[in-house]
């Protein structure tokens, strides 16, 4: 589980949190985007700790698709809780 995204009847939704990842990226390259609030422990937005993928409520160090996509690209990623780092 730990680098594929699933529902709670186990079907693989990696596919579609990939695509998303991508459109975001393209989107942020496209508007000149500076930086990104994401929402934290989000298996797609998650930055430092995201969902651990068991339903169980457990958190594990990491990185979410879209935040880590758009790391790699050259962003800055920032949680809800770091809005004011912005300010």
């Not at 693989?12 to 990939?18: K, R």
């Amino acid at each position: 589980f730990r680098n594929a995204n699933y529902t709670l009847f186990t079907t693989s939704v990696t596919e579609e949190y990939m695509k998303g990842a991508h459109e975001a990226v393209r989107l942020a390259k496209e508007y000149d985007v500076i930086c990104a609030i994401m929402k934290e422990k989000s298996p797609s937005c998650g930055s430092g700790i995201i969902h651990n993928g068991k339903f169980d409520g457990g958190l594990v160090p990491g990185f979410g698709k879209t935040a880590k996509l758009l790391i790699e690209n050259g962003f800055e990623v920032f949680g809800e809780s770091q809005i004011e780092k912005l300010v």
